[in-house]
């Protein structure tokens, strides 16, 4: 039997070291490495002739392993390769100078050592180095200076040897004569006095024996301006209407009108600046202040005015009593339609706008004053992107505000300066149907002492009247009332004049009434029964002026106005 095995022993001495083996067999042969070179030069050409303005080229060529560094210089102490190219080896000398003649260096190096080549440029019309042409810088222009003031040209350095000869000139005439003064080498320019007259290209020649060189700089001389209209030194305003500070000034200079306001900004949204003045759109208590205009001509002539401007607030007179006879100004061919003035007078103090007929249309006539209306004498068209609906369009200040076609319950926001579509307003709780005489006047539009107002029937209420205001800074309804009146479709029509909405029982009665009344400040209404003369027995437009304090109608194609008084 096998016993069990017993415990490892201690390791035995190291051996004796063996025989060297056998030599292998050699490897390959390796690829000979690449040899190493110092750095060589080629220029071509070796030397050029040119002449003054024209451009070269001298081509350098190097080689060496490894591939040396290669660059140009000009051989003359603190020189600078001006108006010159270098590329792969090219340099490319431009519009030269009799300056730039001499001597060019290629040079190439590596860490074998560095070589050179020189290269020779002869430029005509030299006699020798420091000899050139001249040359001449000057200011353009233009300089500007007022009449009567004395200006100095701005000063004609000139370069050259010999050192040119500077004279002044004028291309189409002599020099103001009596009035000119030269300084420095004749390099500096200074006429007194200085008159309209003496606006011109005025010419500096610098010459010597090579040559010439010539430069021209502008003057123009403007009168002082002068104000045609200004302001007077205190003007009063009412809140909720707009002004015009009237500034304007002589226009010789082409001078730019700018306002500014002490302390304060310009009313922001409601101010711009005319040919004529400053208007500001529905004044404010807080837009009284300091204005003062300024002309200023080419960036530095300026003279200015100011006034004092006081706002008073006295926009309502209290409730209507009475409605005048109508007053007919012009007829025109459709029985609806609707005719108005800016109450703001932004768009023209007496300017009036036309909208014929009450749907698929969008041209709007304006006409200048009334004369012309009669006249037949267009002032401007307008075209609509959109075909208006109805006849309940208000301009108010710039904008013209018009319900959209195909019976939405979008307010289209027209610019009229800028013949563009500006924003759109939308209404809730829209009902489409319209007043008493159809003619898709589901929204009425109105202006009054307060501002923008819109008027329609509510589809949760049985038609009656919504109202809401709308702040045409930002484009939106501030607030709105739900009125307990009868339903729209039951209404000859309705506006808006101090605050108080007022409704017409009938379009084709004679007399109509005025027969509901609702004050938007203390929610009372009333009936005022308020009888006028219906004298055409179709009144199909009805909008207050809160500037005229006056109705304007659109009786059977008559364009008609009614005064009104109140208490």
């Known amino acids: 039997m096998t016993g069990i095995a017993g415990l490892k022993g201690n390791t035995g001495p190291r051996g004796e070291k063996g025989d060297i083996g056998a030599t292998g067999m050699p490897g390959m042969k390796g690829e000979p490495g690449e040899s190493i070179s110092g750095p060589t030069v080629e220029v071509s050409p070796q030397i050029r002739t040119v002449n003054e303005t024209e451009s070269t080229v001298f081509q350098c060529s190097v080689s060496g392993n490894p591939r040396p560094k290669m660059k140009w210089n000009r051989l003359l102490k603190g020189s600078e390769l001006e108006q010159s190219t270098v590329s792969e080896g090219r340099l490319q000398l431009r519009n030269i100078r009799a300056g730039d003649a001499g001597m060019y260096q290629c040079s190439a190096a590596n860490i074998l050592g560095q070589v050179q080549k020189t290269v020779r440029l002869v ?14 810088s000057l200011n353009p222009g233009p300089m500007y200076a007022i009449e009567g003031s004395n200006i100095t040209l701005p000063i004609c350095r000139e370069t050259g040897h010999p050192r040119p ?8 005439g002599q020099l103001p004569q009596g009035r000119v003064q030269f300084e420095n080498n004749n390099s500096t320019l200074t006429i007194f006095d200085v008159r309209r007259t003496d606006s011109d290209n005025y010419v500096c020649v610098a010459s010597n024996l ?10 123009l001389v403007f009168s002082p301006p002068k104000f045609i209209s200004k302001p007077p030194e205190k003007i009063k305003a009412i809140s909720g209407f707009s002004l015009k500070l009237n500034c304007s000034v002589t226009p010789d200079g082409h001078p730019v009108i700018s ?30 202040g300091n204005y003062t205009c ?38 025109r061919s459709t029985a609806q339609g609707a005719w108005m003035r800016d109450p703001l007078g932004v768009m023209g103090k007496n300017s009036i706008f036309v909208m014929e007929s009450f749907h698929q249309r969008k041209v709007v006539e304006e006409y200048e004053d009334m004369a012309k209306l009669k006249a037949g004498v267009t002032r401007k068209t307008y075209q609509l992107p959109y075909n208006w609906h109805g006849t309940g369009a208000v301009v108010y200040g710039s904008c013209l505000y018009y319900n959209r076609s195909e019976r939405t319950s979008h307010i289209d926001r027209y610019n009229l300066q800028t013949e563009r579509l500006e924003g759109i307003i939308g209404l809730s709780d829209f009902s ?25 029937g509510s589809s949760s209420n049985s038609n009656r009247l919504n109202a809401a205001e709308i702040d045409v800074d930002s484009n939106r309804i501030t607030r709105m009332w739900t009125l307990n009146s009868e339903p729209k479709y039951s209404m000859g029509n309705a506006f808006v004049a101090c605050g108080v909405i007022y409704c017409i029982d009938e379009y084709n009665n004679n007399p109509t009434t005025i027969n509901f009344a609702y004050d938007t400040k203390t929610g009372k209404k009333w009936n005022p029964n308020i009888q006028f003369i219906n004298q055409y027995g179709y009144n199909s437009m009805v909008d207050y002026n809160p500037r005229e304090k006056v109705l304007y109608a659109w009786d059977r194609g008559r364009l008609v106005t009614y005064s009104l008084t109140f208490q």
Request: with cysteine; net charge positive; charged share 20%.
């Open 259 to 288: 306002w500014k306001r002490q302390g304060a900004q310009l009313p922001a949204g409601r101010s711009f600046i005319s040919k004529e003045g400053l208007v500001i759109t529905d004044l404010r208590l807080q837009d009284a």
């Open 210 to 219: 090579l040559g010439r060189a010539v430069k021209k700089t502008l003057l």
């Open 294 to 331: 300024i002309a200023t001509i080419a960036g530095k002539f300026s003279i200015e005015t100011s006034t004092i401007l006081e706002i008073k607030d006295e926009r309502c007179a209290g409730v209507i009593k009475t409605v005048g006879t109508p007053v007919l100004h012009y007829r």
């Open 165 to 172: 000869d500077i004279k002044w000139l004028r291309p189409f």
């Open 432 to 456: 489409t149907s319209p007043y008493q005489w159809g003619g898709y006047n589901a929204v009425d539009l109105a202006v009054d002492e307060h501002g923008l107002w819109v008027l329609w």
């Open 123 to 136: 430029v005509n019309g030299m006699f020798f180095l420091n000899v050139f042409r001249p040359r001449v």
